[in-house]
């Protein structure tokens, strides 16, 4: 980890890892991205105990709910009207540091259960997709290339239509099954690493 500056503990903490520049106060977090010669200068006024107008970031009251992702070095901030905001980082110690500090700070937040909702929305979206197709062409494709399927939604039918003039029933069995295979194995390996995440909610 880069440079750490530490000011009044209880009030401030700041961080500057390589373009980066993370503050931490007794209401928000805030951060930025600069070159180097900016973040020094940053840094003299933090240095002053002086927040710079160029920072900016989350009111702390604002937050609903803090996950750190390990897999993306990433900490999501959801807040109380519902939007998302994301600040990645440039490794992993940093970004546990700063969440460590933030959970100091918001001491009526408890440690909930990491939402792993967007994996499996995901792969339930594209294996139903590769298993529509693959029944498609086992159960209709010939009644599609006939034209003897050609229901209200044309769009779907001329979307089969074109997949199976261009590739024929093998090609298809088998490039669908290598998907729902690789994305099996990569929800299996996105649960693992999910098992690293962690996440405090307001009580």
């Known amino acids: 980890m880069g440079k750490e500056e530490i000011l009044y503990e209880d ?25 180097k010669k900016v973040i020094e200068g940053l840094a003299l006024q933090l240095d002053k105990n002086v927040i710079p107008n160029s920072l900016t ?79 498609a062409r086992i159960y209709l494709g010939d009644a599609i290339m006939n034209g003897q399927v050609y229901n209200s939604r044309p769009y779907v039918y001329l979307t089969f239509r074109t997949i199976f003039e261009v590739f024929n029933q093998q090609t298809i069995m088998i490039g669908a099954s290598s998907i729902i295979i690789w994305r099996t194995f990569m929800l299996i390996k996105g649960l693992r690493d999910f098992k690293n995440n962690i996440r405090i909610s307001r009580s």
């Open 57 to 135: 970031g989350i009111p702390l009251n604002y937050i609903h709910s803090i996950q750190y992702i390990d897999q993306k070095k990433q900490l999501e901030f959801t807040l109380n009207k519902g939007s998302i905001e994301y600040v990645n980082f440039n490794n992993r110690v940093l970004a546990i540091e700063i969440f460590e500090s933030l959970k100091s700070k918001l001491s009526s937040f408890r440690i909930t259960k990491p939402k792993s909702s967007l994996l499996w929305k995901g792969y339930i979206s594209l294996i139903g997709l590769m298993l529509l197709i693959i029944l």
């Open 11 to 35: 009030l401030m903490k700041y961080w500057i890892e390589k373009n980066q520049i993370f503050v931490v106060t007794s209401d928000a977090i805030l951060f930025a991205t600069y070159s």
